[in-house]
């Protein structure tokens, strides 16, 4: 039997090891730590956190519980070091990182079906192999990569706009249409009298900001500068940009407002929107605080802030096929925050999909695809089905998720949330089901 190649071992890379070795495949873990560091681990283990020590919510109703669930389920090795490593800290999974990590490091380093090596590998292999070398993948693999798939199609920076939950949307003091009645009424308009824009605008760039490292010291480009920086060049200048109201007048009075923000829907159900234009370094706070002034956006519930930081991703949704192969080399999954997920627990998921996969291709078994119900499910329509585009990486956030007209009329949102966790989890035990089917 061929031994599967994994690169990476990180949250993902381990994750995959772990579930590829419990199907009997044999696999070969590569981690160039500690011979060549990143700019920010700091250690020889697996699977290192490298900033918060929090896995995020613990309620199935909030997406990175949901995953988290799901994840047990399909007895993750992540979620099992977690359980092993967890501290208190209210609704909140956190972990004792070292814990944690030496969980990981002695499972992996011990188990029979996985060999740890301790390498770095500069070219995609020529078998089938997962690459799971993350956001700070070392430069010769990010080249390798890249002359496979093309320069343009690896990102090396993520600007992230807020999402904001649609319910949450005043629609008394907002409208919807598209700017020069292109598009129909896809975007909901924000607008803005002269004195609301000038407030907002005191208020934005006297704001708290995050202070980039001094790796991600990145040079700004105008595609993804964060709007404080933008709206500091002039008061104007943001009535000129993102704020253009140009083209959409208020259907209610006919005239053009002074500005406007707009919001473009995240998902077809239109329960999710995206604030255009809002990549931003403001600190969280400050984020709720100062976009909560936009009329529309009094009480906005942000299911993403927005952020920009040092981030290698591919445009998977013209890359990556729904099995976390590369289009253009099959025998190569991509695993991890590198596919355009954020997060550790994401990252953890599609390093267990990959592994999945990827062991069942070597056993020469049929692939099942994760139901689309689920939140594993909807992380991979996230970044195989998105608009190429505009992709931007994602966590997980229920606006991912898919549900139907009758959960949709369900007023109170603790039980629509509820109801959509549990025919997530429901169809995700099936899937598993089928999987384990095929242990050997
Ligand atoms: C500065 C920073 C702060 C972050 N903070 C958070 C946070 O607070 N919360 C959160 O949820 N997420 C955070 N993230 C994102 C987080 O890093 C990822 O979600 C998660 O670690 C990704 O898992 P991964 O397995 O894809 O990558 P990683 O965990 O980074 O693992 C990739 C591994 O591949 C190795 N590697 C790289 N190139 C090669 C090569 N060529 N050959 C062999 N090995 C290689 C690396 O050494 C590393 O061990 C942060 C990321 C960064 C960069």
Not at 59 to 77: H, N, Q, Y
Not at 105 to 120: A, C, F, G, L, M
Not at 129 to 145: D, E, F, V
Not at 311 to 318: D, E, G, L, Q
Request: a neutral charge; hydrophobic letters at 40%; aromatic letters at 8%.
């Amino acid at each position: 039997m061929k031994e599967l190649i994994i690169i990476g071992g990180g949250l993902a890379g381990c994750e995959a090891a772990w579930q590829a070795a419990r199907f009997g495949v044999k696999v070969v873990l590569f981690e160039m730590r500690p011979n060549r560091m990143t700019e920010v681990h700091k250690t020889p283990m697996l699977s290192e956190l490298v900033c918060s020590n929090s896995l995020r919510s613990k309620e199935v109703i909030t997406g990175p519980g949901l995953l988290k669930k799901e994840l047990e389920v399909a007895d993750s090795l992540i979620m099992k070091a977690a359980n092993a490593a967890e501290v208190s800290a209210g609704s909140a999974f956190a972990v004792d990182r070292n814990i944690f990590s030496k969980f990981i490091t002695q499972t992996i380093e011990s188990h029979p079906n996985i060999r740890v090596i301790r390498k770095e590998i500069i070219d995609i292999p020529d078998t089938i192999a997962i690459i799971a070398t993350g956001p700070l993948t070392s430069n010769a693999m990010a080249n390798s990569i890249k002359s496979v798939i093309g320069d343009e199609h690896l990102y090396f920076y993520d600007a992230i706009a807020p999402i904001i939950d649609a319910e949450s949307i005043d629609y008394s003091k907002v409208y919807l249409s598209s700017r020069y009645g292109k598009g129909g009424d896809d975007y909901v308009n924000c607008p803005m009298t002269r004195d609301e824009y000038n407030q907002f605008y005191d208020a934005l760039i006297e704001a708290d900001t995050v202070s980039a490292k001094d790796f991600e010291d990145l040079k700004v480009f105008e595609g993804c500068m964060p709007i404080e920086v933008m709206g500091k060049r002039g008061r104007n200048t943001l009535i000129f940009g993102p704020l253009k109201p140009v083209g959409l007048p208020d259907p209610l009075t006919g005239k053009t407002p002074y500005a406007v923000v707009q919001l473009r829907p995240e998902n077809r159900q239109k329960t999710a929107y995206n604030m255009v234009g809002f990549q931003t370094r403001l600190k969280w706070p400050e984020q709720k605080r100062v976009f909560r002034m936009i009329p529309g956006l009094e009480n906005a519930e942000f299911l993403r802030f927005g952020s920009i930081h040092r981030n290698t991703f591919i445009n998977s949704p013209r890359h990556l096929n729904a099995d976390l192969t590369l289009k253009e080399k099959n025998d190569i999954y991509i695993a991890g925050q590198i596919t355009g997920v954020e997060g550790y627990i994401e990252s953890t998921a599609m390093g267990l999909i990959a592994g999945i996969n990827a062991a069942k291709r070597i056993l020469g078994k049929e692939i099942v695809y994760p139901p689309r119900e689920s939140a594993h499910g909807s992380l991979i329509a996230h970044i195989t089905e998105s608009d190429p585009e505009n992709f931007q990486p994602s966590n997980i956030n229920f606006g991912l998720l898919p549900a139907g007209e009758e959960v949709l009329k369900i007023r109170d949102k603790r039980v629509r949330r509820q109801r959509i966790a549990e025919t997530a989890i429901k169809q995700w035990r099936k899937y598993i089901d089928k999987i384990l089917a095929f242990i050997i």
